[in-house]
């Protein structure tokens, strides 16, 4: 009888690699919001992963990256970090087009942990020619010698059986830490928020305020409708005007986006009523921030 594994993987990378893609597509479910938006995810979100006797326990981590000017980039560079140093394992995504000072900056974190270390060299669902890869593999076999290099593409979930397999072989044994059924340790109303952050980040894309937070102010069943208010916080009142849009129409298809994504997702009909409130400088505020639901676990 095969004996049960249990352990908890980092998934880590600079800002924008395509991290949540990856963790989407091995759960199989969308968990982690996603966008071209450099630093979408803001937070440690678990993924967890059953599969007979082997749970993955998924951390997908905010991008490190070196900006620390305001309190929010600290707040999930610490968060980043703290995944790295509690897991069994890592997973580092790169971009099988670009080497960034980014991604110099994990490599070098990397190197000083004790555990398994796999890169996830993404998006080679674009080359004819496999060959062209090589450079770029002894260059990361040089950074992180001991590291095991897997060739991916988090988008089409090309090779992501053989990524699974590389973890399944390095986690410990043990017993499982959560149900079967259970996929996420986050609730519904961080899920709802970050829903609607994400249908923003992709409406307003290039024009997007970079301090933008989502708070759910009322979650409240009636009859077969789960009615939801959230709060989209921003600093400044022309950044309010930009995410409203002519005639409320912008804020009306980021609610009508969120909806149909919520409806899915929660399995019930819903109600969502979305607002715009400005409140300055939240961004660069640790208590403003503790109340959004940033602070350490």
């Not at 993924?47 to 990256?65: K, M, N, R, S």
């Not at 992180?144 to 593409?153: T, Y």
């Not at 340790?185 to 829903?195: C, G, N, P, T, V």
């Not at 709060?231 to 609610?255: F, P, T």
Request: charged share 30%; aromatic share 6%; proline share 3%.
């Amino acid at each position: 009888m095969s004996s049960s594994r249990c352990g908890y993987v980092a998934i880590v990378g600079r800002p924008n690699v395509g991290k949540s893609t990856l963790l989407n597509h091995l759960l199989g479910f969308k968990l982690s919001i996603t966008s071209r938006k450099p630093q979408t995810t803001r937070h440690n979100v678990l993924g967890i992963l059953t599969e007979d006797e082997c749970q993955i326990v998924f951390v997908d981590t905010p991008g490190i990256h070196s900006g620390q000017e305001k309190a929010l980039n600290r707040y999930m560079n610490k968060a980043a970090g703290r995944a790295i140093a509690d897991v069994d394992l890592v997973v580092f995504v790169v971009d099988r087009d670009r080497w960034s000072d980014g991604d110099d900056l994990v490599a070098q974190r990397l190197a000083q942990v004790d555990v398994p270390v796999i890169i996830a060299l993404n998006k080679v669902d674009r080359l004819t020619d496999k060959a062209a890869l090589l450079p770029q593999m002894e260059q990361l076999a040089t950074l992180l010698p001991k590291a095991q290099i897997v060739p991916i593409s988090a988008l089409h979930g090309s090779n992501l059986d053989l990524l699974v397999e590389s973890i399944r072989e390095k986690i410990p044994e043990g017993m499982h830490f959560f149900p079967e059924d259970q996929i996420t340790d986050r609730s519904e109303r961080f899920l709802a928020a970050e829903i609607v952050r994400e249908k923003i980040t992709r409406q307003l894309g290039a024009e997007l305020p970079y301090e933008v937070a989502v708070e759910v102010e009322e979650w409240r069943r009636e009859g077969a409708v789960l009615h939801i208010s959230a709060l989209i916080l921003v600093e400044r009142e022309g950044q309010k005007k930009i995410i409203i849009g002519d005639k409320g129409e912008r804020l009306k298809k980021i609610g009508q986006q969120a909806r149909l994504d919520m409806e899915k997702l929660f399995d019930t009909r819903i109600m969502l009523n979305l607002w715009v409130k400005v409140r300055s400088g939240w961004s660069d505020d640790e208590r403003a921030l503790k109340s959004l639901g940033y602070h350490d676990n």
